[in-house]
């Protein structure tokens, strides 16, 4: 079993920064992949950064330039920086990991923390 919990959420101006933490207990290979999602209310969950254990990064195109994913694989901890925030960055953000033992894929979700901007 492995537990994801996320932190840093809450209220901010537009432009300004906010940096999201995910902490990860349980059993973790290192042979995994985290990343943050995001969903506004009507939207659908959307991929906003991840990070591959071998520090491997991909961002979706509405924050590449604005957002940092980075992880610490000692202490299975991923973290999002946010700069320049938006209003349409407004969303609840969750944490996810996937891992793979013995080739079997396993995906965890962590409990959300909700981002707001305004503008």
């Known amino acids: 079993q492995v537990q994801l919990v996320e932190s840093g959420g809450g209220l901010v101006q537009a432009g300004g920064p906010l940096r999201l933490s995910c902490a990860a207990s349980?059993?973790?290979?290192?042979?995994?992949?985290m990343g943050w999602y995001r969903q506004a209310p009507g939207n659908q969950r959307e991929l906003v950064a991840r990070?591959?254990?071998?520090?491997?990064?991909n961002y979706s195109d509405s924050v590449k330039g604005r957002f940092t994913i980075s992880s610490d694989n000692a202490q299975i901890a991923v973290y999002l920086q946010m700069n320049s925030l938006k209003f349409e960055d407004t969303a609840v953000y969750s944490c996810n990991l996937e891992q793979f033992p013995y080739g079997v894929r396993y995906a965890y979700w962590g409990q959300g923390t909700q981002v707001t901007v305004s503008s």
């Open positions: 349980g059993t973790i290979f290192s042979n995994n992949v």
């Open positions: 990070i591959t254990s071998g520090g491997s990064t």
